[in-house]
């Protein structure tokens, strides 16, 4: 499959026209043009390159890439080593970050939600969802359900029922949208990361709230979409989970 043809598919399958994200959506570093392997992964770290190089891959797919908005510019340090071995093995970067969070299909957060058997309440578009169980089940229960589901233990803060229905979720660094999901009425709140203040707006709100990793919470995207390519392109796609406990 020629490159432009792949980024141009992605772009649009992944709506990439409807955010307002933090760094460039799409090629980041050009390689060869025509595409046959790809590596998926969460981050654009040197071992997920390393490993792309072992596998021969023409390029890598990635949710986490470079250029982000807080960064330096300058190509020095570990940003000098991980893009002269891509330029150096001909290898493509793409990166997707907020659409592959959103998308409705295999988005990270559409995901999540399917893991759960969460029934898709949310009341308006965006990233944070909103969903409902079958049944009320008690919050250990559900805790030990993310998991096992995530191969992680979550970080449980306290403050909602001892039984809920309603939970709302959003991957990676969202502990923000907390009010979110109170204005809502959840009874949970899952993210990816945790601030000093979660703690006590959980308390103070009457809302659990779950800290379930930023990488575990995105993994699910990410394989995903490489999954789709192969199904849909035949490119030979291969998922290459780097453990981070964060």
Same mark, same amino acid.
């Given at each position: 499959?020629?490159?432009?043809?792949?980024?141009?598919?992605?772009?649009?399958?992944?709506?990439?026209?409807?955010?307002?994200?933090?760094?460039?959506?799409?090629?980041?570093?050009?390689?060869?043009?025509?595409?046959?392997?790809?590596?998926?992964?969460?981050?654009?770290?040197?071992?997920?390159?390393?490993?792309?190089? #072992?596998?021969?891959?023409?390029?890598?797919?990635?949710?986490?890439?470079?250029?982000?908005?807080?960064? =330096?510019?300058?190509?020095?340090?570990?940003?000098?080593? #991980?893009?002269?071995?891509?330029?150096?093995?001909?290898?493509?970067?793409?990166?997707?970050?907020?659409?592959?969070?959103? &998308?409705?299909?295999?988005?990270?957060?559409a995901m999540l939600g399917?893991?759960?058997?969460?029934?898709?309440?949310?009341?308006?578009?965006?990233?944070? !969802?909103?969903?409902?169980?079958? !049944?009320?089940?008690?919050?250990d229960e559900f805790v030990?359900?993310?998991? #096992?589901?995530?191969?992680?233990?979550?970080?449980?803060?306290?403050?909602?029922?001892?039984?809920?229905?309603?939970?709302?979720?959003?991957?990676?660094?969202?502990?923000?949208?907390?009010?979110?999901?109170?204005?809502?009425?959840?009874?949970?709140?899952?993210?990816?990361?945790?601030?000093?203040?979660?703690? &006590?707006?959980?308390?103070?709100?009457?809302?659990?709230?779950?800290?379930?990793?930023? &990488?575990?919470?995105? !993994?699910?995207?990410?394989?995903?979409?490489?999954?789709?390519?192969?199904?849909?392109?035949?490119?030979?796609?291969?998922?290459?989970?780097? =453990?981070?406990?964060?």
């Amino acid at each position: 499959m020629q490159r432009d043809e792949l980024v141009s598919y992605l772009q649009t399958y992944l709506q990439v026209a409807d955010y307002k994200d933090y760094a460039p959506n799409g090629l980041q570093v050009e390689g060869k043009q025509e595409i046959k392997t790809i590596v998926t992964g969460v981050t654009a770290c040197q071992a997920l390159i390393d490993e792309a190089i #072992r596998l021969n891959a023409d390029a890598i797919l990635v949710h986490h890439g470079y250029f982000w908005k807080s960064e =330096p510019v300058e190509i020095v340090g570990f940003k000098q080593k #991980r893009i002269k071995l891509l330029l150096t093995h001909d290898i493509n970067l793409m990166a997707y970050h907020l659409p592959l969070d959103g &998308h409705a299909e295999l988005g990270n957060n559409a995901m999540l939600g399917k893991l759960w058997k969460l029934q898709d309440i949310t009341p308006q578009p965006g990233l944070l !969802r909103l969903g409902k169980l079958n !049944r009320p089940v008690q919050i250990d229960e559900f805790v030990e359900t993310v998991e #096992r589901s995530l191969n992680r233990a979550p970080l449980h803060l306290p403050g909602g029922p001892e039984q809920i229905q309603t939970v709302a979720w959003c991957s990676g660094g969202a502990q923000g949208y907390i009010d979110q999901a109170l204005a809502w009425g959840a009874d949970l709140y899952i993210s990816g990361e945790v601030s000093e203040q979660t703690t &006590h707006l959980a308390m103070e709100g009457g809302i659990h709230y779950l800290a379930a990793g930023h &990488h575990a919470t995105e !993994r699910l995207g990410i394989k995903a979409l490489g999954e789709h390519l192969a199904d849909k392109f035949g490119l030979s796609c291969h998922f290459v989970d780097i =453990p981070n406990p964060v």
